[in-house]
C-alpha cells in the first residue's frame, strides 16, 4: 500500500481546502486511515480519521471546521478543512493502517500556508 497526499496551497484566513489521499493497493486491507498535521517546528497531531466501516472521528479542536471523508471507488480519502486559521498552517499527512498485519503507511504529506 502506498498512500499518496495532495491538495495542499496557499490560503487565506477564513478559506476552505480540500486534501485528497489516494491509495494505491488493496484499500479494503486497511482498517482506518488519518489525516495528521504538523505545525512547524511541532509534533504531528491526528486530526481526523475514518473506519472502514465509515466512522468518522475528530479531536475537539477540529471538530465543526474539518471534515474526513471517503471514495471508496476512488481509492481516495479527503480533508476537508473550512474556515481556516493562521495555526492550521503546517504539512498534513495520510496515514492508514492495516487490519491483520497493524502494518502503518504513511504518505509524503502536502504543505498547507494560510496567509492573507
Known amino acids: 500500500v502506498q498512500l499518496q497526499a495532495s491538495g495542499g496551497g496557499l490560503v487565506q484566513p477564513g478559506g476552505s481546502l480540500r486534501l485528497s489521499c489516494t491509495v494505491s493497493?488493496?484499500?479494503?486491507?486497511?482498517?482506518?486511515m488519518s489525516w495528521y498535521h504538523q505545525a512547524p517546528g511541532k509534533q504531528r497531531d491526528l486530526v481526523a480519521s475514518?473506519?472502514?466501516?465509515?466512522?468518522?472521528d475528530y479531536p475537539n479542536s477540529v471538530k465543526g471546521r474539518f471534515t474526513i471523508s471517503r471514495d471508496k471507488d476512488a481509492k481516495s480519502v479527503y480533508l476537508q478543512i473550512d474556515s481556516l486559521a493562521l495555526e492550521d498552517t503546517g504539512v498534513y499527512y495520510c496515514?492508514?493502517?492495516?487490519?491483520?498485519?497493524?502494518?502503518?503507511?504513511w504518505g509524503q504529506g502536502t504543505q498547507v500556508t494560510v496567509s492573507s
Open positions: 496515514h492508514a493502517e492495516e487490519w491483520f498485519t497493524q502494518t502503518t503507511y
Open positions: 475514518i473506519t472502514a466501516g465509515g466512522r468518522t
Open positions: 493497493g488493496n484499500m479494503a486491507s486497511l482498517k482506518y
